[in-house]
């Protein structure tokens, strides 16, 4: 039987390129504790969220408490799924801090549909109705122009996701 490894898995990739889905199918495992950030903005900040400059002011509040919150559990043995969008420099600098200080081990799971794939799922799930946020054409665009892969020095566990089916 193979030792439990705590890992913290992390998600690259432009609105609705299906990170949500994939950290699903990750926070399903034994031994596993899923942390999403649209859930939180939607718990926490919802009523005061309608822009993109919110979401920008609300979400930059998150890393300095996540960040002990996941080591924490990271720590004692549990693995975590931190549904955060890390698409940018700065999105990803708190998170492999939180690597380098614990040691801890990590993959970082990069989505990378066309725009168009992801327009398409856009439009499903704003239909839908049931995700905690509805985002338009437009701030797709806006975000989707500051998406920025990660690099090598950055130095982090990078798994590419050829995705075909994955929604987010």
């Not at 999403?36 to 400059?53: H, K």
């Not at 408490?65 to 080591?71: E, I, L, Q, T």
């Not at 890390?86 to 990069?110: C, D, S």
Request: one cysteine or more; proline letters at 5%; hydrophobic letters at 40%.
């Amino acid at each position: 039987m193979a030792e439990h490894v705590p890992t913290l898995h992390m998600f690259c990739g432009k609105i609705a390129s299906g990170k949500s889905t994939l950290a699903f199918e990750f926070s399903q495992a034994p031994n596993t504790v899923s942390i999403s950030e649209d859930e939180w903005l939607g718990a926490l900040f919802a009523d005061q969220m309608s822009t993109g400059a919110d979401y920008l002011h609300y979400s930059s509040k998150f890393p300095t408490v996540m960040a002990p919150h996941v080591a924490a559990l990271l720590g004692v043995g549990i693995s975590v799924v931190l549904d955060f969008p890390a698409n940018t420099v700065a999105q990803r600098r708190w998170m492999r801090n939180i690597v380098q200080k614990g040691g801890f081990a990590h993959q970082m799971h990069v989505l990378d549909p066309p725009d168009d794939v992801c327009l398409e799922r856009l439009h499903a799930r704003n239909a839908e109705g049931e995700h905690e946020f509805s985002v338009t054409e437009e701030q797709f665009h806006k975000f989707a122009k500051h998406f920025v892969p990660p690099t090598k020095d950055e130095e982090f566990n990078v798994i590419q996701h050829q995705d075909g089916d994955f929604r987010d």
